[in-house]
């Protein structure tokens, strides 16, 4: 049996049935054994089928840290990112109905997973919160079959730049960011699967990440750089935080059913419920899905070539973009989030944002970390996170992404307000908004999320329940803001918004026989359908949109929930405007659209603002 070169997504079940043929001889079977000590990676061809549940616990007596030698490398600096890791060509992996998924405390401890990582390393080089590496390798004609894909602290099944990708039959629930997430992908087919409910169950914020992340850090400080002070003080830290934590992480270990866990300030998410963007599928082009939408511009690059006689020119190119995919007869159900919205500081220049080495931002307006007039309030992650910032400003540490300075540094120090602090006439300082706590642009939840795809079709499924409670943007430190994030393109606030079906930068788009249902948005836009960014060649079909709420309407009013938690009107000020309820928006022109209005039906639109079965552009 010749396996092809390249098959497009009509033809993955083709190259499934020549998979199974060629290496059916050629079968591993993996056991709960395998991932003892940490993620099973997949680095020849052929048929790999489970032989039972597995629950991922690696290491459980390490703190969930690498010990063997194999893992003692770039990819897991951080941890262990995936149960199985795809690195290989020509693969079947057969969960063979059997269930895999994260164990509580590897999902408390390790907040950046997926039960399937797509490729040798969670990021491509370069990207991330630490060094990943400077290569990756993914999976190339590779299908993903038949069991459950459960538990997971970021993703079911996540993977960047793998080539011909068959994801059948499988159910992926009680995940926190997406279903499945792909970045750069060359023919993708996902059919007869179910995506949903998310994990409604989270008891840790991100502020407990950064904690971790930030202990690994101080670790791996050469203690012979410092003085005999600052080592007793860092140990200090080391011991207080991670204590802390421990302490932390063991209650709700030992509580977990009953929820009767300990409620650190710090660390607890009251709301139980995943607290930043959530998707059912993503797919966007190669590198992180962290900022605006893919528009032409963020797409197109600058690069210097030779012409014929050797001249040197600037020439614009489009980065590759995912092509070819299939999403058939899919279900997505019960997407829940409170997508929150962490205020940070800029640098001296009012650009970017001050981070911690992890990357997650220092959090300007916590109510944990200043007084309500402004005062910093001294406490175990904001002592680590500003003495690590010291160190690595006086000593040239290059620790992780941190990027807090003197000044926020002797603030702290200070006694004075924010405000006192920072903005004083002439200062460039900014508040930075619009952002998670890793300066991920907000943008809510979406069922499927499409950026950048050439040649997409969605055929036959059903998404329903998708809702997002968060609040309005911050108005008390942005004022009446545009745009704030550096990398936000989209006027106003969205992090509250709620939407079915998103196309950003799409073409050659064929929407047909779906089913959108109940998409609900407290204090942001609802859409079944959203264009945006310069789509083309679109064309929609027997389509049923049912429910689009928008705005939180108690007692016959709309109230808005604020920043703070207070409740405000609703108003058509920036950055939080009025809530819509919209079938399908065409929020910017499409080229060559084709909406078949006798074939849609489109009903019960309820808002506080517009509620508008088709919205369209005069173009």
């Not at 082009?285 to 797409?299: C, H, Q, R, T």
Request: neutral net charge; glycine residues 8%.
């Amino acid at each position: 049996m010749t396996i092809q070169k390249h098959y497009n997504a009509n033809e993955l079940e083709q190259m499934k049935c020549d998979l199974l043929h060629k290496y059916r001889h050629c079968v591993t079977y993996i056991s709960q054994a395998d991932f003892e000590h940490g993620t099973y990676v997949i680095r020849k061809p052929g048929i790999y089928r489970l032989t039972q549940d597995i629950v991922f616990d690696p290491e459980k007596n390490n703190d969930y840290q690498p010990t063997q030698e194999q893992y003692l490398t770039p990819p897991y600096v951080l941890g262990f990112f995936a149960a199985i890791a795809i690195a290989s060509k020509n693969v079947v992996l057969d969960l063979n109905d059997h269930v895999l998924k994260q164990s509580l405390g590897h999902n408390i401890q390790q907040r950046f997973y997926a039960n399937i990582e797509l490729s040798s390393a969670p990021f491509m080089p370069g990207q991330g919160p630490g060094n990943f590496g400077n290569t990756i390798k993914a999976a190339k004609r590779c299908v993903i079959m038949d069991g459950t894909l459960g538990r997971s602290s970021h993703h079911g099944i996540h993977g960047n730049i793998p080539e011909m990708v068959l994801i059948q039959n499988l159910k992926i629930n009680t995940f926190e960011v997406a279903g499945i997430a792909i970045n750069g992908c060359d023919s993708l087919k996902i059919e007869n699967s179910k995506i949903g409910p998310v994990n409604s169950k989270v008891p840790v914020l991100g502020t407990y990440s950064a904690a971790r992340f930030a202990i690994q850090f101080a670790k791996k400080i050469p203690l012979l750089k410092l003085t005999q002070d600052e080592q007793t003080y860092l140990n200090e830290l080391i011991t207080n935080l991670q204590n802390r934590a421990n302490e932390f992480f063991n209650s709700v270990i030992a509580n977990y059913e009953t929820g009767n866990f300990d409620k650190d300030p710090i660390f607890y998410n009251k709301f139980l419920i995943p607290d930043g963007n959530m998707y059912g599928i993503l797919i966007h082009p190669k590198g992180v899905a962290i900022n605006e939408l893919v528009s032409k511009d963020i797409m197109n690059i600058n690069t210097v070539e030779e012409d014929d006689e050797g001249e040197k020119k600037i020439v614009e190119k489009e980065v590759d973009r995912p092509c070819d995919i299939i999403i058939d007869t899919v279900y997505i159900n019960e997407l829940l989030c409170r997508v929150d919205e962490i205020p940070g500081l800029s640098l001296d220049d009012g650009k970017n944002v001050q981070l911690d080495v992890s990357g997650a931002v220092y959090q300007i307006d916590n109510q944990y970390f200043i007084t309500n007039t402004g005062k910093y309030i001294p406490n175990d992650l904001t002592k680590m996170q500003l003495f690590l910032a010291e160190l690595n400003t006086k000593y040239e540490l290059h620790l992780g992404k941190s990027s807090i300075n003197n000044d926020l540094i002797n603030w702290s120090k200070s006694g004075k307000t924010v405000k006192e602090f920072f903005f004083y006439p002439g200062s460039k300082y900014k508040y930075k908004l619009d952002c998670d706590d890793m300066f991920h642009i907000n943008k809510g939840v979406f069922g499927i999320r499409a950026d950048g795809i050439r040649k997409l079709k969605i055929h036959n499924c059903k998404i329903k329940d998708i809702e997002n409670n968060g609040r309005l943007g911050n108005t008390k430190l942005g004022g009446e803001y545009k745009l704030s994030h550096d990398a936000q393109r989209i006027p106003g606030y969205h992090g509250a918004d709620s939407t079915g079906i998103n196309l950003s930068y799409c073409c050659n788009v064929k929407i047909c026989r779906n089913v959108i249902k109940n998409i609900k948005s407290s204090n942001g836009e609802s859409r079944g359908i959203r264009l945006v960014n310069d789509c083309s060649n679109v064309e929609i079909k027997i389509l049923i949109i049912n429910t689009i709420y928008a705005g939180n309407l108690y007692n016959g009013k709309y109230t808005g929930e604020d920043f703070y938690g207070v409740s405000v009107d609703y108003s058509y000020k920036y950055p939080n405007l009025i809530p819509n309820a919209i079938g399908i928006k065409e929020q910017d022109c499409v080229k060559d659209f084709r909406l078949f209005v006798s074939e849609i039906t489109i009903k019960n639109l309820l808002s506080p603002g517009c509620s508008v079965p088709i919205w369209l552009l005069t173009c």
